[in-house]
């Protein structure tokens, strides 16, 4: 199954500097450690990219991530997509704050080619206010789920 965006959580066990990128061991507990590479220069062949990588400060997020691989393989071997139906909500969005799981899931049901405008993000999310909306966008840009498109003043979720 081809996948365009996956988080992994995992302790980072090793990691080398090269001349052209990163190299992490990534330990996330599924067997042996994973080799993530970060590119310092993305002009390279096909390969996984880390985008953003974080240190965690809650650890309950180990936990629950380790339950949705228990939970998870069972299913995958069913269904290649048992896992997308598996979660009530968007799995995409668990560890954000209710206002960054509103402003995230508005911009994600935009259809528009060029992505959601910060005024319609204000019409429709009339109970946060303009100051709390800027602040879930720079996070979910910041965490790489949107970005801007057209202008500074139109996003687009990344995975969708």
């Known amino acids: 199954m081809e ?5 992994l959580v995992g302790l980072i066990r090793e990691a080398k500097l090269t001349e052209t990128h990163l190299i992490y061991s990534l330990d996330d507990m ?3 450690p994973l080799d993530v590479k970060q590119w310092l220069n993305l002009e390279h062949h096909r390969s996984m990219v880390a985008f953003n990588i974080r240190r965690l400060t809650d650890f309950n997020e180990i936990t629950s991530h380790m339950l949705e691989v228990v939970y998870a ?3 995958s071997e069913r269904s290649p997509y048992s896992m997308i139906t598996s979660h009530a909500s968007d799995p995409a969005t668990i560890g954000f704050t209710d206002n960054q799981r509103q402003v995230y899931t508005c911009i994600k049901n935009c259809p528009l080619a060029e992505g959601i405008s910060m005024q319609c993000l204000r019409n429709s999310l009339k109970s946060l206010s303009s100051y709390d909306i800027r602040n879930c966008l720079q996070f979910l840009i910041n965490e790489g789920h949107i970005f801007s498109t057209i202008d500074d003043y139109h996003f687009k979720c990344t995975n969708g």
């Open 3 to 7: 996948l365009n965006q996956v988080t």
């Open 30 to 32: 599924t067997g042996p």
């Open 73 to 75: 393989h069972p299913h």
